[in-house]
């Protein structure tokens, strides 16, 4: 299935580490990141098009947090990427680096909600 796709987005032993080995915790885990990540990413979204350095490197800071449980490394580089570019307050090309988390997210996303799934 999608298994070779979801380990390039994420890795899943790593995750897995991150939980105790505990997969029922992972899949809750996913499941709430699942539920608060659109509030969080809108907030990216709004810093970035108010061009709000510090709002923006709050979110993002946040956001790298959270998709790090996973061991997603693309978009945890891409959320990192909008975090220093808030904290130096330079913003050149931040609507790229926006677009690659959106792309980033929409990738992970999916990953995540199938944790559960493989499991039985």
């Known amino acids: 299935m999608d298994e070779t796709d979801s380990v390039a987005i994420l890795n899943l032993a790593a995750a897995l580490d991150r939980v105790g080995g505990d997969q029922e915790l992972l899949e809750e885990v996913a499941l709430l990141f699942l539920d ?46 909008l975090e220093k570019m808030g904290r130096s307050g330079d ?23 199938t944790l559960g799934q493989g499991s039985g």
Do not use: C, W
């Not at 608060?36 to 993002?60: K, M, N, W």
């Not at 609507?95 to 792309?103: G, I, K, M, P």
């Open 36 to 81: 608060t990540s659109p509030d969080l990413f809108a907030e990216i979204g709004h810093a970035v098009q108010a061009r709000d350095a510090r709002a923006l490197e709050r979110a993002a800071h946040t956001l790298k947090g959270s998709v790090g449980n996973f061991g997603a490394d693309a978009a945890f580089q891409a959320a990192f990427q």
């Open 91 to 113: 913003l050149t090309g931040v609507d790229e680096a926006y677009h690659t988390l959106e792309t980033e997210m929409d990738r992970l996303r999916p990953a995540l909600a």
